[in-house]
């Protein structure tokens, strides 16, 4: 079993790729902002998880497997959140002028995710999509759920999505 190293720390995360949905501990360094580091320049090629609980998705029925340690290709995730009741602060500052919350649909293989994007009060959705050309989008007052998993009802404060792979609906 591994040992973390004493500027390591481990969080509860799940990982949702097309076909899978990951639970486990993530490893990162102690003074590392967890909800959005995969948006940052230091993120890994393979997230190393640690008592890993892997439900693949892909199948009837789903699959499930455990691995003390799972290096999971970090190309491969498509959507990326603390887990409940874990969470940092927000990532944003709430009185910033001309910024918006807009109310959003995402869809991520069979999840669905209704959230809302920070958006400038100047510009659309579709806009800000086009324009924004980002890797991870973030995802604020999440609500996450799977019509083929029922027991699967989650609210996060922050869901960073990799916005090419993803849908984005509007009700």
């Not at 481990?10 to 949905?21: C, E, I, Q, R």
């Not at 995969?38 to 455990?66: C, D, M, W």
């Amino acid at each position: 079993m591994y040992t973390l190293a004493p500027d390591e720390k481990a969080t509860m995360v799940m990982v949702y790729s097309h076909n899978a949905l990951i639970r486990g501990q993530v490893v990162t360094k102690e003074n590392l902002r967890v909800s959005t580091w995969l948006r940052t320049e230091g993120a890994p090629e393979y997230l190393h998880i640690l008592n890993a609980q892997v439900l693949l998705l892909s199948g009837s029925p789903f699959k499930s497997l455990s691995y003390s340690e799972l290096f999971f290709p970090t190309g491969q995730a498509i959507a990326f959140h603390m887990l409940p009741p874990i969470s940092d602060t927000v990532d944003y500052d709430p009185s910033e002028q001309n910024r918006m919350m807009a109310p959003v649909t995402i869809l991520v293989g069979t999840f669905t995710i209704r959230g809302h994007l920070r958006i400038s009060t100047q510009t659309d959705i579709g806009t800000n999509l086009e324009v924004g050309h980002t890797i991870w989008t973030s995802i604020y007052d999440a609500d996450i759920s799977n019509p083929y998993l029922p027991v699967v009802k989650l609210q996060v404060p922050l869901i960073i999505v990799r916005s090419e792979q993803v849908g984005f609906g509007l009700e």
